[in-house]
């Protein structure tokens, strides 16, 4: 815990070595975060960057050296929700507020033999932009429909229908591999 909070100290004198140390132990972990939400590893890695970016920028507001990790993450899944509405004209954005919500809660279980983390990875890059969003967010991240909705500017029953659709597509495809 001490070495934590030397290097923190470090970074917060913005000391390029301490840098150079908190990326390396913390890159990779973080890119698996953020390929999580693009569509390529090219994309990911862009966000990765903007991430230690941010981080460096803001770790004067680090409290305590405990929370660094989790601060990190949260710092990347908000600069990938950024990456995601500063490209949403590129995007296929389907507005589906109107649509009505099944309840979901079928047994996933049958499906998954024989799936790698591999597969699942790169099915949820494959799958529409607001989708995947949702679904990262949901499922992997914690939020809530009310967090993800005012995250994305959308409304609550539109992020419930999008990660019902993300798990449909998900399921569709395993179902059939």
Not at 41 to 58: H, N, P, R, W, Y
Not at 67 to 93: C, F
Request: aromatic share 8%; glycine share 6%.
């Amino acid at each position: 815990m001490e070495a934590l909070e030397n290097l923190i100290n470090d970074l917060k004198a913005g000391k390029r070595k301490a840098q150079a140390v908190l990326y390396k132990k913390y890159a990779p972990s973080l890119l698996g975060l953020c390929m999580r939400y693009g569509k390529s590893k090219a994309e990911a890695e862009d966000v990765l960057q903007e991430g230690f970016i941010k981080i460096f920028e803001k770790i004067g507001g680090l409290q305590k050296a405990s929370s660094l990790e989790p601060w990190m993450k949260r710092i990347m899944v908000n600069t990938a929700i950024n990456s995601y509405h500063k490209n949403l004209k590129h995007y296929y954005h389907q507005d589906i507020d109107d649509i009505q919500i099944q309840d979901g809660s079928e047994d996933t279980s049958e499906y998954m033999g024989g799936i790698t983390p591999e597969k699942v990875l790169k099915s949820v890059q494959e799958l529409p932009e607001g989708y995947k969003l949702v679904l990262n967010m949901y499922v992997f991240d914690g939020f809530s429909h009310k967090e993800i909705a005012e995250e994305l500017s959308i409304s609550i029953n539109t992020s419930k229908t999008q990660l019902l659709k993300a798990r449909r597509k998900l399921r569709e495809k395993f179902k059939n591999a």
